[in-house]
């Protein structure tokens, strides 16, 4: 492969799966671990990939180490959705009482993701928690873009679905 390439695609999307990683509960030091374990075994393993599938594999291969690091650590996926954020609104906002209410939402929400399909909940916190465009979506998923729309649609579906069952 070629190593401008490889470079072109680590600078790019490193970051993107770091913060997908973090997003699901991993620290920082793990989510860094992960992604350089990604691409190491990339390297090692990609001489039959061709390059507009390069992102897709490691992408992939993350998501593995992740699920290995969870396994290994002995924990429950936990969806994080910027705990950080409400904390820092909670401390400086004077309406405690709008604060907690939007804790207990981002619980629910979190709640209601882990009901639904792995590949819906991905695609969810790809494109609401990430802000990544489909197109994005598409590149690091190794999938269609139309695919990916679709997939969304039916991702927001099913979640509106859990969350009316949450709230019915």
């Not at 075994?41 to 990609?46: C, E, G, H, L, V």
């Not at 979190?110 to 928690?129: A, G, N, T, W």
């Not at 197109?135 to 139309?146: N, T």
């Not at 695919?147 to 069952?165: D, G, M, P, S, V």
Request: hydrophobic fraction near 40%; charge should be neutral.
């Amino acid at each position: 492969m070629d190593s401008h390439l490889l470079l072109d695609i680590y600078n790019k999307q490193a970051k993107m799966i770091y913060f997908y990683l973090k997003k699901n509960g991993c620290s920082h030091e793990d989510a860094e671990d992960i992604v350089q374990e990604s691409y190491t075994k990339f390297i090692a393993y990609s001489s039959g990939v061709p390059s507009e599938k390069a992102l897709s594999y490691i992408f992939t291969i993350a998501m593995n180490e992740f699920k290995k690091w969870l396994k290994k650590k002995g924990i429950e996926r936990a969806i994080s959705i910027d705990d950080h954020r409400f904390w820092n609104n909670f401390a400086n906002d004077h309406n405690t009482e709008l604060s907690v209410l939007t804790i207990e939402m981002n619980q629910e929400i979190s709640l209601v993701l882990e009901r639904i399909q792995e590949i819906y909940k991905q695609l969810l916190l790809l494109k609401y928690e990430l802000e990544l465009s489909y197109k994005e979506i598409a590149l690091l998923l190794g999938m269609k873009e139309e695919t990916i729309r679709t997939y969304l649609f039916r991702a927001r579906k099913e979640f509106q679905k859990k969350w009316r069952n949450l709230h019915g």
